[in-house]
Nanobody, 115 residues
Framework: QVHLVESGGGLVLAGGSLRLSCTTSRIFFEFNDMGWYRQTPGKQRELVATITHGGSTRYADSVKGRFSISRDNFKSAVYLQMDSLKPEDTATYYC?????????WGKGTLVTVSS
């Protein structure tokens, strides 16, 4: 069973920073791509950032230059450093892992950016 556990969400003022973390079992993490997605009520879940097992990254245009995704293969963890946060970044953030053609998701962590 694949379990993804997110942490690090919370309330922050606009312009502030948060760091999200996601951990899973090493057997699933080591050779697979990971990502962060976000969703607000009534909208589709959208990609925020992804990182391959080799460390290549991809970002949504809306977060380029402000967010940074990284992974620690020893800790089987993926991180999302979010700087210069804006109210429009308010969402529930989900960790994702792709195993073959199947997506697995964490339960999500809420990020609220107040103006």
């Amino acid at each position: 069973q694949v379990h993804l556990v997110e942490s690090g969400g919370g309330l922050v003022l606009a312009g502030g920073s948060l760091r999200l973390s996601c951990t899973t079992s090493r057997i699933f993490f080591e050779f697979n791509d990971m990502g962060w997605y976000r969703q607000t009520p009534g909208k589709q879940r959208e990609l925020v950032a992804t990182i391959t097992h080799g460390g290549s990254t991809r970002y949504a245009d809306s977060v380029k230059g402000r967010f940074s995704i990284s992974r620690d293969n020893f800790k089987s963890a993926v991180y999302l450093q979010m700087d210069s946060l804006k109210p429009e970044d308010t969402a529930t953030y989900y960790c994702n892992i792709k195993l073959g053609i199947t997506d697995y998701w964490g339960k999500g962590t809420l990020v609220t950016v107040s103006s």
